[in-house]
């Protein structure tokens, strides 16, 4: 797997999901009461490991075609080219449209607005989005279920927080303990070598 993953360029293809956050009970109270939203919309880069989140009340294509509008325009700005990118999520409606007469908002700004590719993996194989799925279980150990929280702000901050962490500081074990930082500047450095190799 891990030398599948070195073929990849760093947001060449990226895993999508949602994280039902009322699965745990030291959240879930909170979450309730304070009337914040109940799931997580991931998208993890498998190349780097990178990983960004946004919260939802609903889990719809509204919600996760607004949240990957706003990720692929700040990646946009970041230099990446979409039409380069692979979105690769489930077949649930939050992703796909169940009428074959239209598309979903997320198939639609994926495809139209970036001109990117949305891939679908085969029906109820979980495994094939194994790297989004490991980031839900990595966030919940070491974030929602350590962590108390006093307010919106407070849990938003947090959040926040463990995704700065998890994208410049924690080594990952599968990426040989590399951080998603370094494993994104090596790459462009490799890209640097080679432009430097062919232009001599």
Known sequence: MGQIRKGYTPFQKLQ???KYLTDMPELALFLRWN?????????RDYRTGAQ????SYEKTSTSTGLFIDYLCHNLQISGINHEKTEFQTDNESEFVSKSPKRKSLFDDIVTDKYKATHKRIPPERPIYNSDVESAHRLIEDELYCVESYTSERDFMIKAFSYQVFLNRFRGNRNRENKTPLAIRTECKKQVGMMHSIFNQ
Not at 35 to 43: E, G, V
Not at 52 to 55: D, L, Q, R, T
């Open 16 to 18: 999508v999901d949602v």
């Open 35 to 43: 009337k914040l939203p109940l799931y997580q919309i991931t998208a």
């Open 52 to 55: 960004f989140i946004g919260f």
